[in-house]
């Protein structure tokens, strides 16, 4: 093998091992005094090695003196907390300034593990008074972190920014609260339509016929008997009996008078 390809293949297989592990998060950190702390709870809750086995990242570095009761929290809830300030692309302050007045949605290492909803995955960030403001996209969610100043950058592999506070992701270390439905009506007392009546007492308060109507008075006629025609039944016996005997001499005659002609 000749020589001079020997260091060539070194340089080859430098440069692969750097690509592998392009960086080695903990010692960077190390290297800033004001951020060990922040250094201490990515060590502490594993998510070191994670960021260690990215290509590319933003990490967005709390202060020691703004951490807060980030180190009182269980390390399941901190690491949560701490995904969402590693942001799965490269940015540094020259590719911020670019956003001008716009509001770019970032992609953090929290949504990429599949525990996010609502959003809380993602991050938005701002050009505001001459600085940058970083907030969980989260709907309503505060953005009030300011960007203070660039800790270093390594392009296009690792840029670290100091922000001013924790980010704030609603319902991260506790389930979303429901969106707050709007308030009731006012009970007002409806009318109440009026009670259908039964067919009885319809028929009782109807007037019928006969109420409506007013009967005839009575005619004098019939409150006193009439004296010119007394009824069949009320004629005398003796009346009859003389119609019957008129009846039969009749019929007699006309008997008599057909024997003679014959």
Known sequence: MNRSIIPLLCSFLLLSASSVSAFNITKILSQYPDYTNFNDLISKTGLASEINAKSTITLLAIPNGAIGDLTSKSNDVVKKILTTHVVLDYYDTMKLQKLKD?????????????????DQGFLNVTAKDNTFVFGSAVKDAQRDSRLEKSVMNQPYNISILGISQPIVTPGIDSP???S????????????????AESPAEEEAE???????????????????????????????????????????????????????AY
């Open 180 to 195: 707050s439905a709007p308030p009731p009506k006012a009970n007002t007392p409806k009318s109440s339509p009026p009670k």
């Open 102 to 118: 716009k509001t770019t949605k970032l992609t953090t290492m929290f949504q990429e593990s599949g525990k996010a909803s609502n």
């Open 176 to 178: 979303l609260a429901p």
């Open 206 to 260: 109807a007037p019928t016929k006969e109420d409506e109507t007013e009967a005839p008075a009575p005619s004098k006629d019939a409150d006193s008997p009439s004296t010119d025609s007394p009824p069949a039944d009320a004629q005398s016996p003796s009346s009859s009996s003389a119609e019957k005997l008129k009846i039969s001499f009749g019929f007699f005659v006309l008997l008599a008078s057909m024997v003679a």
